[in-house]
Every structure is written in C-alpha cells, then in structure tokens.
C-alpha cells in the first residue's frame, strides 16, 4: 500500500508539472496576460493585438521652396528656404486639420523614403524610415502616411439637388451659396457637386450658370459666368469669373492655345504655374505608378448625330484630332480591385481624363459607364481578400458603424463617378487688374492688395460617396 501511495504521488506531480509547462508555453505564444476590468470585475486577459500594417499614401516628390499658392516666411526663426516635414503635409492635406497630421506624427506614422544603393544599379531598394514634424524636407523627397490621415467625417444629411424649375427658387439660390468655397473682386470658386448640370439648356433649367445668374451676383449688377467646365457627374473646384476682364484673363488662362496677354514677369509667371490635381478611384491598377500619357482624343458622333463620344485618335490622318496630356500618379496600392490615383491635365479637352483612364491605362474610372460599361461588368463590387503589399499578409474590405454604402460609393449597386477637382492654383486675378489698371499702374495704391500673393491655392473636400469609399478602401481585416 505504501509502494502504491509513492507511486501515485509521484505521477500526480508529473501531471501537474506537465500541465504548468504547457499552460506557460501556451501563454508564452499568446502573450503575457494582462489585468482587465470589465464591469467593476478584475481578471486576466489576452493583450491586445498589435496595429494592422496600414496602407500607405504617397505623396508627391517635395518641389522645394516656395510653395505654390503660399508666402515664404520671413521671420529669423523659421528661414524662408526651409520647409519642414508637417509644413509639406499640412500645404498638401489643406482640408485635413493640423492636430490629425500632428498626431500621425506622434504615434511614428509618417515616413520618408530613402534609397539604400549597392554595388549595382540593380540592387538599390526602396526603403522607408520614421521623420520628425521638425525635418527639413529636401527636393524631391518623397513622404508616405497612412490613407487614414486623410478621412473626414461623412455627414449622414445628403444635400438633394433642388428641383430645377424656370426662375431659380428661394431653395435653389440658398443651395448654390452654400456651395461657394472663395469669392474675390474677380472670381468665384465653389465647390460643385455630382450629378449638378453646369451648362443648361432648354429642359435644364437648375444648371450652375442659371443659378448663378440670380444667386451669385451678390453687390454686382449681373452674375459671375462660366470659364471652364467640369462634366456634370464629377465634383470639385470650379471657376467662375465676376467681370468682363476677369472673365477674358481667365478664358486665356484655360485656353489650350496659352497665349495669355503679357501684363508682367510675375503675371507670366503666376500663369506657368496654374495646375489642377483631380483625384479618382480607377477599376484596376496602371502598370506603372507615375507617368504622362500623350494621346491626342477625336470625336465621333453615334445614333444619327445624337450622341458624341470622345476616343482615343488612331493617327490615321483621316480624322480631326486635338492634342491630350495628362500626367498621373499612383496614391496607394489595389485595395478590393480598385486603385487611386491623382491626375494632372496639361490640356483641356472634353473628357479627357475619363478617356485615358480608360483607353490608354486601361483602368475606367468607378461610375464611368459611358467609357468603361464592358469593365464594368466584369468587376465583381463584393470584397475579397487580397493582400497588404508591405507585410505580404492578407487582407479584405471591412465596412465601418453608421456607413450608409449604397449612397454611390465603391460598394452601391451603381456607384457614382468618382473622379473629384481637388487642388487648383491660379493667378490672383484681382491683384493682376488692380495693379496693372490705369490707376495703379505707376504705384500701388492699395497697399493690401499690394502684400496678397500672386497665386491662390484652393483644396476642396471629396463628396459623400467618395468619402464613403475611401473609408471603406482604407480599412481592412486581417
């Protein structure tokens, strides 16, 4: 009996010894438990999991200093030739509050990319190392921040384009007003949203140019009118001039002939630097991240002379064609089949960034039925797992509270176009007229116009659907 008892406590401590030796192994490959509270009761739990690797965005090689649309500093303390690494983001994300771009600093989130060479040309890798907020940035560096720095908050009132009837209503002139985004003694900017008629016709009659005439002329005797358009399912910045000669610098500042009337090197200047950036989420992924596309486009007419369509030229000889460029660039990797992308027309030409989208990169624009119906449908709009580009690890689509995903965003049954105006930078018109009147053309007598810059920056915010889309497309499960 005695034998008995020794052998059985002598097992009884090799369990017990097994059993703590797997419990520590099991906890080890776990994590070392934490103390949680939940409901006024204390007890140990598993550690939060690590952040998921976050889909970087790429912001454009830094062009040095000035910036565009911004004075240089002039105070001792900060040096008009440096521009640190917070100042790029915030002139970038100008919409974004600086508190968010601070804190994706303070968490270690904003990175610059550097090259790491070798013997050969062919070993250089790309490699991506943690910045300051205090880092001077150097032309042509490239900075990577998560795409979450970028998403605002989406408002769930969606503004309904009021119904169009002959004279402009108290509701429609009040929609239009909310929309301006700038307004000056030369021009007006607003902040144009889809499926908003810019030019009307005879059954059109809540177009921007008819709304404008009796909600925009504000102490003006007439209404602001059009100088260039935007198609009228896409969004963003738009232009409208005040004055006659407002209206005859802007029309030459557009014009793909660039033959603006020479009023001064700093007028000639301000107009070599006019831009516009669009941003837009494309079906697919361009071979190559950056580049520019030189396509010359033609119209063709269809159904009788009913319908225009714009196509790629095929050099034939046989047929008109107008010189198109466009320089693009890749933001962020493929996320559920679908990429963004920035684009930069050099011309102005109807419809020319849906067409080299679509034709010439072979990646149509999320919405764009009229260029891209056959790819389209084809593209399955439900979310598959694909995988992060930086971990190799997989990832699928994740849809945040309170998203309402079929108001035309990448995941509604028939998305909206998403191809938005965001950035403009332009002359200062009203400086240009007034210092090269007739009255001030020996001196200045308005000494603060005087100061004001020669170039205006404007960045607009995306709308609702495009917003529900890139919250959507920047947050995944692992």
């Known amino acids: 009996m005695r034998w008995d008892k020794d052998v059985s406590r002598c097992l009884l401590f090799l369990v017990r010894r097994y059993s703590r030796s797997v419990g520590h192994s099991a906890l080890a490959n776990r ?51 440096h521009v640190t690494a917070i100042s790029w983001i915030k002139y970038y994300f100008d919409e974004i509050p600086g508190s968010v771009i601070q804190s994706h600093f303070n968490k270690g989130l904003v990175q610059l990319e550097f090259n790491e060479s070798s013997t050969s040309k062919e070993g250089q890798t790309r490699l991506l190392r943690k910045i300051k907020h205090s880092e001077v940035m150097e032309v042509g560096a ?15 009132r969606y503004d309904v384009i009021p119904s169009g009837t002959l004279y402009p209503n108290a509701d429609e002139i009040a929609y239009l007003q909310r ?26 009659h809540n177009s921007m140019d008819a709304l404008a005439a009796a909600a925009l002329s504000y102490e003006y005797d007439e209404g602001p009118r059009l100088v260039h358009r935007l198609d009228r399912e896409s969004s963003g910045l738009h232009l409208m001039g005040r004055t006659e000669e407002s209206i005859s610098h802007l029309h030459l500042l557009f014009s793909n002939a660039k033959r603006s009337k020479s009023l001064s090197k700093a007028w000639n200047d301000a107009c070599g630097s006019t831009y516009q950036r669009y941003w837009a989420l494309v079906i697919g992924s361009p071979k190559e991240k950056e580049g520019i596309i030189s396509a010359p486009l033609t119209k063709v007419l269809l159904d009788d002379g009913r319908t225009e369509r714009v196509m790629l030229a095929q050099h034939s000889g046989l ?44 990646t149509p624009i999320v919405g764009d039925y009229k260029y891209g ?52 930078v332009l002359p200062n018109i009203a400086k240009f007229i007034e210092l090269h009147s007739r009255k001030t053309r020996t001196r200045c007598l308005n000494a603060d116009n005087c100061s004001k810059p020669d170039l205006l920056r404007f960045v607009a915010p995306m709308p609702s659907h495009m917003k529900i889309s890139w919250k959507l497309m920047s947050s995944y499960l692992i």
Request: aromatic share 6%; glycine share 6%; net charge positive.
């Open 31 to 81: 994590g070392q438990p934490v103390i949680r509270v939940s409901n006024s009761i204390t007890h140990l739990g598993r550690p939060k999991e690590g952040a998921k690797p976050s889909q970087l965005l790429s912001l454009p090689p830094f062009p040095g200093h000035p910036l565009l649309g911004k004075k240089a500093a002039t105070s001792p303390d900060q040096p008009s030739r």
């Open 319 to 362: 047929e008109a064609s107008e010189e198109a460029i466009t320089e693009y660039r890749l933001l962020g990797p493929m996320i559920n089949g679908c990429s963004w992308i920035e684009l930069r027309p050099h011309t102005s030409r109807k419809h020319q960034l849906r067409v080299h989208c679509a034709e010439a990169l072979g």
């Open 142 to 156: 490239r900075v990577y921040v998560p795409i979450s720095v970028a998403e605002t908050k989406i408002s769930k």
């Open 179 to 204: 929309l301006v985004f700038y307004k000056d003694p030369a021009l007006i900017v607003l902040n144009k949203p889809p499926k908003l008629p810019v030019k009307g016709n005879l059954p059109v």
């Open 373 to 424: 119906w056959f790819v389209h449908r084809k593209w399955k709009q439900m979310p598959r797992v694909d995988v992060e580009p930086t971990t190799g690890k997989p990832y699928r689509l994740k849809r945040p509270e309170g998203l309402d995903v079929q108001k035309g965003s990448v995941l509604s049954k028939v998305p909206l176009l998403h191809l938005h105006c965001r950035e403009l």
